[in-house]
């Protein structure tokens, strides 16, 4: 499994575009880019996947370079609700089970 | 609604005592997990399922069991040989295993033993 390196937190204000990179030197060929975002004492939820170039959904955007060796989510005009942990996972297609979430990046968005 | 239901929300239980944490899904998936989160940690799996009658240990499986005899439920157990029970359960489904394969997860059980 492709081990992932994100920062522990960030801070962001109402409005701003806020972009979080993930590091994944090891990432195999079949590896994909799933990003969850997790609310205080709830479960995570999925916001986006790649596998390479550029994804959007109208939550946000990841941004894939050629090597694949990093990720960056994007989301843009953040407000209040966007405060959550955001994790960076990493894995084969047909992994069995085991995907690993990390401490994640504590984003904080501030009035 | 089709979602991902885990009761109770807080469950307290004194040292020693064995605890079963409910997890029920109606969305048709395969796949159920069991995951453990510790305060500011991520989430660490304990056991998973791919199908009906069958599962497989996860990173941490020690002193917890779990059975899957119907597709919807996937009740976890706590025994008294868990040595640091008290956490944060969550548990998912997806249609599959593997990373392509969404997982929804429910509210959690926060779980403190004294």
């Known amino acids: 499994l492709a081990k992932t390196t994100q920062p522990i937190s960030m801070d962001s204000y109402e409005g701003q575009e806020v972009n979080i990179t993930c590091s994944h030197n090891?990432?195999?060929?079949?590896?994909?880019i799933t990003w969850y975002q997790q609310f205080p004492s709830q479960g995570p939820r999925f916001i986006i996947q790649?596998?390479?170039t550029k994804v959007t959904n109208e939550v946000a955007s990841l941004f894939i370079p050629a090597d694949r060796k990093s990720s960056t989510l994007s989301l843009p005009r953040v407000s209040l609700s966007d405060t959550a942990v955001y994790y960076c996972?990493?894995?084969?297609?047909?992994?069995?089970?085991?995907?690993?979430f990390g401490k994640g990046t504590k984003l904080s968005v501030k009035p | 609604d089709g979602g991902i239901t885990q009761s109770p929300k807080y469950l307290f239980r004194k040292e020693g005592q064995n605890v079963t944490l409910s997890c029920e899904q109606n969305?048709?998936?395969?796949?159920m997990y069991w995951y453990r989160q510790d305060p500011g940690q991520g989430l660490r799996l304990i056991y998973y399922?791919?199908?009906?009658?069958?599962?497989q240990k996860g990173d941490i499986a020690e002193g917890y069991s779990v059975s899957r005899e119907k597709k919807e439920s996937f009740p976890l157990t706590v025994t008294s040989a868990q040595k640091n029970p008290t956490a944060f359960y969550l548990c998912?489904?997806?249609?599959?295993?593997?990373?392509?394969?969404?997982?929804?997860f429910g509210p959690g059980t926060r779980l403190t033993v004294t």
């Open positions: 399922s791919q199908i009906v009658n069958d599962f």
């Open positions: 090891n990432i195999a060929t079949n590896d994909y």
């Open positions: 996972l990493v894995g084969e297609i047909r992994s069995q089970g085991n995907l690993i």
């Open positions: 998912a489904s997806s249609m599959g295993t593997g990373i392509t394969y969404e997982q929804y």
């Open positions: 790649g596998y390479k």
């Open positions: 969305l048709n998936h395969d796949a």
